[in-house]
Antibody, heavy 123, light 113 residues
């Protein structure tokens, strides 16, 4: 059974950085790509970017490309997302999601999803 | 960026009745070379991550009840719940994967009347 298990909730001050981890099991990590999607309280879903589990290639949404870094560690089948220069409007649940169709590009449906990590940015 | 717009924002339907949710994209998500629509539907219940229901606009994910169906092509798509059950109360969102950034509709809340 495929599982994506994310790291726990974080509370950060404005200007700080946060790194969220996503450890996968039940399939071959390097055969998949991973997107990061966030959801602010009461809001819709927002795609932040993608990383290939095979090559480490990344594609970031323009909105985040100056502040986000996505990495993988194939030895532990883990994907990481670091967001820097946090602001109060970065308060959201951050999801790690596997791409539905392979590792080569981000253009696919998203499944399965991690359980989500709540990041709260507050002074 | 492709903008996805859903209608209505919320919907109240009696148990056993049909629920219909619409999703419109600001440009076509039909890829002519393979004749596939790059459109997915998700269900999200409170406190849970989204669950994939439909991909390629009309292909039901394994394990999804057959009362859920997707249709449409190009820029206009529909998710239909043929006979609403109590466990279908949720927010439903469409997503295009034709181009990056991947984008989602704002969500449609489905409730019991």
């Amino acid at each position: 059974q495929v599982q994506l298990v994310q790291s726990g909730a974080e509370v950060k001050k404005p200007g700080a950085s946060v790194k969220v981890s996503c450890t996968t099991s039940g399939y071959t990590f390097t055969s998949h790509g991973f997107s990061w999607v966030r959801q602010a309280p009461g809001q819709g879903l927002e795609w932040m970017g993608w990383i290939s589990g095979h090559s480490g290639n990344t594609k970031y949404a323009k909105k985040f490309q100056d502040r986000v870094t996505m990495t993988t560690d194939t030895s532990t089948s883990t994907a990481h997302m670091e967001l820097r220069s946090l602001r109060s409007d970065d308060t959201a649940v951050y999801y790690c999601v596997s791409q539905g169709s392979g590792y080569y590009d981000p253009n696919s449906w998203l499944d399965p999803w991690g359980q989500g990590t709540l990041v709260t940015v507050s002074s | 960026d492709i903008v996805m717009t859903q209608s209505p924002d919320s919907l109240a339907v009696s148990l056993g009745e049909r629920a219909t949710i619409n999703c419109k994209s600001s440009q076509s998500v039909l890829y002519r070379s393979n004749n596939k629509n790059y459109l997915a539907w998700y269900q999200q219940k409170p406190g849970q991550p989204p669950r994939l229901l439909i991909y390629w606009a009309s292909t039901r994910e394994s394990g999804v009840p057959d009362r859920f169906s997707g249709s449409g092509s190009g820029t206009d798509f529909t998710l239909t719940i043929s006979s609403l059950q109590a466990e279908d109360v949720a927010v439903y969102s469409c997503q295009q994967y034709y181009s990056t950034p991947l984008t989602f509709g704002q969500g449609t809340r489905v409730e019991i009347k």
